[in-house]
Each structure stands twice: as structure tokens, then as C-alpha cells.
């Protein structure tokens, strides 16, 4: 393969080719060459599969494109309003509209950098349901329609594909990459987010017009505008960094958007939260509850001791007590840097969930190595005492040799030692299995 093309050689005459010079190079054309065609770029032949990831079938003159996907992973996915149309972009630097309901790509447009985030304009936005705003990891936001080749006059003989892709508006908001768009419900604003620490509103007309910027504690991870139940349109932001930001949606024309257009005076809320799952555990901890059993066991007694003293027709008197000294509590423990925020969405208005990322599944893989590291240095200590321990049996057993025969040992004590090696293994395979979490390790089997 020579990146657009596929080439066949006589495996023959490259095998028995001899070089007629110190060089070690030889000159020789292929027996056929196949070009599948404009912007491939082949990586290896088995279906052929190239670096734009697309499946070639090249079993003759007439290659043809099985299929055609991102290469690597989809960074942002959004769905069309009104059909079964699906938006997709990755760092591949493409854009691509599929119809899942037929399983197949529609369309495909290409940029100079990656994309980050994307969403699809609502209906109160594009009731004809074709406009999507793409964010791109050099800070550019991008929009972009998707139509129906088919439906302008003129065109729908000469059109290819089923759908096609307009460039209509570019501006650059932001100095790193763009993670977050949001339409507002009433499609008015629209925002955007990125890695900058910062959110840029525009007010949704003909075209998008900047209103201004606002900067956040963190970088930006979410945004989502409040239900339309809300009486008043709010913005929430979410930081990667654990902070959750509320601001009311600007107006275009009250802000000073002739020298700056940061925004100063737009009321802000921070929600800021920290890990209770140590205090929890405390209070949910058998400790707490012995103490709470031993009070209501040591009154249950006192109230019977009072009522037999009644009975008996005895004055009541209390002995002091003295307060025992309890047994401290664990310390509650309150990580220095929160858990990431992995999403959020309003439930009502004023009212918000977050679900935040799991610090232990982000270190269980190092926990697990550290862990498979310890049971492999316990093994070899074991494995080293084994071996030490067979080579003092095999050097007693030709001691036992050399010995007369009515000195020397008998088969049974030959048997004690080696039931002590076993057991000695045993212990050995055990500790192993103890160290690898109870599961059987590949390691010791």
C-alpha cells in the first residue's frame, strides 16, 4: 500500500530478487496497482481500513466504500427536533449527520481543528429543524445547517448526497477549547463554555450577536438553562473543578460591549461542595451504635432500680455517676479537592441535581496494580523460602545415603518432609490468593 493505493507483487521475484551492487536496493514495478481514490490514506489491508476510518471492498478495478466513520473517539452527539437525524463531531476535525434510522451516514464536512462540543438548534430557534452549532478545541464556535440538496430548485439532479452541509456563521469566543453549548428554551441566548474558564452569551437574531462574557471558578464542564416552569431564564454552569455557578440570562444593550465585553455586574450564585461520605460513616458507624444500645440499657436498669425502690417504700436516692470516658470517634475526613461534577440538570426551578465522578474508580486501577505488585514480592519471598527449604531436603537425603543402612532414615520420615513441603505450599498459594483480593490470580495457577 502506498497510502491511496493498493499495490500486488510477485512474491516470487521479490523473494529471489539479487541485488547488483553493495547497495542491497532493488527496482522493480508492481505487477498491478489499484487507486481507490481522493482523500484515503490506507493503514492496512484486511477489508482495507484507512485513517479517515472507512471500510473499503478493493477485490477488483471498481473499488467500493463499505462504510465510513470518526477515527477515534466522538467528543459531542446531538439529535435532530423534528426527524431521526443524529449530529456527530470528534478531534478528527470532521462533522458528521447520520439517519439512524436507516443506519447509514448522510452527509460528512470537514475543518482545520477538532471538535469538542455540538448542539442542534431547537425548533423556537430553526423550526425548519437543519441548524447545529459546533464547538472546536482552538475556541471557535461554529454554525453550520444541514438541507435537502433535493428541495432547491434546479439542483436535485445534480445533487450526491441525501443531505448536505452550509457553512453560515463563524465566530471565536474563546481561547481554549469550546466544552459546552446551550440554547436557551425561549431562544433568545444562546452560551457557550470552555476550558478558558469562561461562559460568551449571544442573542439569537439573524445572526448570533455577542452580548458579553462572564468568568467562572473553574473550567467550564456543562451548562443548562432552567425549565420553562422557571419565571425567570437561568443559566447553570458547571466546573470541572466542583463548583456549580447560577446567572440570570443577560440582555443585549445593557451591557458596555464598546470597550469590554466582559460582564461585571450580572448577579452570580456559587455553589461550592465537599465529600460527607466520612461523616456519614461516622455516624452510621457500630461504634455509635454500641454507645447508643449501652445508654438505653444503663436507663432501662436506673428506671428499674427507682421502681423496686418505690415498691419497697424507700426514699429514692440517686447515686452520682460519673460520666465514663468514651472511646474517641475515627476522624471524619474531608478531601482536600472535591470530586470532579461528571453532569447536572434542573428538577424544578431553584432546584438542581449533580452527579459527581467517583474518585475511587478514578485510582482503582493504581490501587489494583499496587496490590498485584505486593502479592508478587510476597510470592517471590515465598517462592525463595521454598526453594531454599528443597535444597536442604535434597542435601539431607544424600546425607542420608552416605549414612549406614541401619543409621539412615526410612520412608516414612522421607514422607513427614515432604508433607512439610506441601503444607509449606500450600501456605505459600494461599497468601498469594489472600493478596489478589480472594480471586484466582494468573500469576500463582
Known sequence: TRGDSVEMWNFEVVDTADPVDDTGLVEMEPMNELWLGKNVSLNFITKIHDHEHSNWRAESHDPERVCTFHSGGIEAISVSPFTCLMATTALDRSVRIYDFSSNSQLSIIKFKQGGTALAWAPAVVNPEGGLIAVGFEDGVVRIIEVYDPKLLPGHAEQAS??????????????????????????????????????????????????????????????????????????????????????????????????????????????????????????????????????????????????????????????????????????????????????????????????????????????????????????????????????????????????????????REVHLAFIRVIYIYRHLLLKCCYIACWGQRCPMCH
Open 161 to 410: 448526497e441525501i443531505a448536505e452541509i452550509n457553512l453560515k456563521q463563524v465566530f471565536k469566543p474563546h481561547a481554549a477549547a469550546v466544552t459546552a453549548l446551550a440554547y436557551e428554551l425561549k431562544g433568545n441566548v444562546f452560551a457557550t463554555g470552555s476550558k478558558d474558564k469562561t461562559v460568551f452569551f449571544f442573542a439569537i437574531e439573524d445572526e448570533y450577536k455577542p452580548i458579553g462574557f462572564i468568568c467562572v471558578p473553574g473550567p467550564v464542564q456543562a451548562l443548562q438553562w432552567s425549565p420553562p416552569s422557571s419565571i425567570k431564564s437561568m443559566l447553570l454552569i458547571l466546573c470541572e473543578n466542583g463548583f456549580a455557578v447560577q446567572v440570570p440570562a443577560p440582555l443585549r444593550g445593557k451591557q458596555d460591549a464598546v470597550t469590554t465585553y466582559h460582564i461585571k455586574n450580572l448577579p452570580t450564585q456559587y455553589f461550592h461542595f465537599y465529600s460527607i461520605k466520612s461523616q456519614i460513616k461516622v455516624k452510621t458507624s457500630p461504634m455509635i451504635a454500641r454507645r447508643e444500645k449501652e445508654k438505653e440499657e444503663k436507663e432501662k436498669a436506673r428506671l428499674e432500680w427507682i421502681k423496686q425502690q418505690k415498691e419497697l417504700g424507700l426514699e429514692v436516692e440517686e447515686p452520682k455517676e460519673e460520666e465514663p470516658e468514651e472511646e474517641p470517634l475515627p476522624p471524619i475526613y474531608i478531601p482536600e479537592e472535591p470530586s470532579p461534577i461528571l453532569c447536572g440538570f434542573y428538577s424544578a426551578p431553584g432546584k438542581f441535581w449533580l452527579s459527581l465522578v467517583n474518585q475511587f474508580l478514578l485510582h482503582v486501577d493504581w490501587v489494583y496494580e499496587r496490590k498485584m505488585k505486593e502479592a508478587e514480592e510476597k510470592k517471590n519471598e515465598k517462592r525463595e523460602e521454598l526453594s531454599a527449604l528443597r535444597q536442604d531436603f535434597v542435601f539431607l537425603l544424600q546425607k542420608n545415603q552416605e549414612l549406614p543402612k541401619h543409621m539412615q532414615l526410612h
